[in-house]
């Protein structure tokens, strides 16, 4: 069974730090590609970054510079460690993971597999 399950959200004031981490199973993890992304309400699903099948991290245009993806592939983990966090990041973040994904991988509606997401609320 393909499980994904993202921890590491909570409340946390602006300019705080969070590391989301993100624990794959129940399928090979380097046949993958896994990203994280984002949803607020009343806003489209934003990609953040993501791992390609290959091994390749990729970033949108609009890179956040205060948001790092890294993995590990010994874990089956990967993490989104996000710095300076501001009010305007409050959303859920979730996991996903696409079969042999590629380069896009920051593309929400071609991902497979979910997790519930974890909820980070950035308070003023």
């Known amino acids: 069974e393909v499980q994904l399950v993202e921890s590491g959200g909570g409340l946390v004031q602006a300019g705080g730090s969070l590391r989301l981490s993100c624990e794959a199973s129940?399928?090979?993890?380097?046949?993958?590609?896994i990203g994280w992304f984002r949803q607020a309400p009343g806003k489209e699903r934003e990609g953040l970054a993501c791992?390609?099948?290959?091994?390749?991290?990729y970033y949108p245009d609009s890179r956040k510079d205060r948001f790092t993806f890294s993995s590990d592939n010994a874990k089956n983990m990967v993490y989104l460690q996000m710095n300076s966090l501001r009010p305007e990041d409050t959303a859920v973040y979730y996991c996903?993971?696409?079969?042999?994904?590629?380069?896009?991988?920051?593309?929400?509606?071609?991902?497979?597999?979910w997790g519930k997401g974890t909820l980070v609320t950035v308070s003023s």
């Open positions: 129940g399928f090979a993890f380097d046949d993958y590609a």
């Open positions: 996903a993971a696409d079969y042999l994904g590629g380069s896009n991988c920051l593309r929400y509606n071609g991902m497979d597999y």
């Open positions: 791992i390609s099948s290959d091994g390749t991290t």
